[in-house]
């Protein structure tokens, strides 16, 4: 590899990296559109392919070895494809976890961040990532979903002034970090205290659905979440 080579791989390669950059950016901070996305993504693709010239193969006169060549680059292209999809898989896996954690107390509004989850798994399928890795992506912000249904269900418990408090303390203090009770549990410990006052219990059965389901059962309440506790 000559000089000139060696520094226009280096700039291709940070160009790729940098875009890669940007793309996260885009996504988590700047609440860019997916066509926004897909375009930086493609930019990011065509850098890395620009960056990478020297491990392409010529093609070569005659047919025997035009043909062994043609197999050689199609090998290349799907191998990248692969390697594209397993980008996209790392990268839908780290945005999807900085999305749901983002800004637990101020930053992106509730809609916002669902509606930037969703522009990550529209570009995921768009790349054709396996629809398993999709799906299993998706599903991690499970832990935020919890964490939120649990301090809507048992945020006036909490309120000083407010019948339980010591009780609830006691009961909360057996979970740490993002651990919360099941459904069941919460359930019991709010019955032993006093009736279950409707807007509650609707908060419960929204509560077990997700925990069955994995899906919401109000989706249209769960976009308000971040009302709740106002």
């Not at 990268?91 to 107390?105: D, F, K, P, Q, S």
């Not at 006691?170 to 099941?182: D, K, L």
């Not at 919460?186 to 509560?207: C, G, K, N, Q, T």
């Amino acid at each position: 590899m000559t000089f000139g080579t060696a520094i226009r791989t280096l700039a291709f390669n940070l160009a790729c990296l940098g875009l890669v950059g940007l793309f996260a950016v885009g996504a988590v901070r700047l609440g860019w559109k997916t066509d926004r996305l897909l375009t930086t993504l493609a930019a990011a693709m065509v850098c890395g392919f620009l960056g990478n010239l020297d491990r392409v193969k010529s093609f070569r006169a005659g047919a025997g070895g035009l043909q062994a060549e043609t197999h050689a680059v199609v090998a290349e292209a799907k191998s990248t494809i692969i390697e594209l999809r397993r980008l996209g898989t790392t990268l839908g896996t780290t945005l999807v976890t900085l999305i749901a954690g983002e800004g637990r107390y101020g930053g992106l509004t509730a809609a916002k961040k669902d509606e930037l989850k969703e522009e990550v798994l529209a570009s995921l399928r768009a790349i054709d990532v396996p629809k398993p890795d999709v799906e299993s992506i998706a599903a991690l912000d499970r832990q935020y979903v919890i964490v939120d249904y649990c301090e809507a269900i048992s945020d006036q418990f909490r309120m000083p002034g407010v019948e339980g408090p010591k009780a609830w303390n006691a009961f909360w203090s057996r979970w740490t970090n993002f651990e919360r009770p099941q459904p069941s549990e919460l359930r019991s410990f709010l019955e032993s205290l006093s009736p279950i006052e409707p807007w509650r219990e609707a908060l419960l059965v929204d509560y077990e659905h997700y925990i069955r389901t994995g899906k919401h059962r109000r989706p249209h309440l769960w976009k308000q979440r971040g009302e709740w506790a106002k």
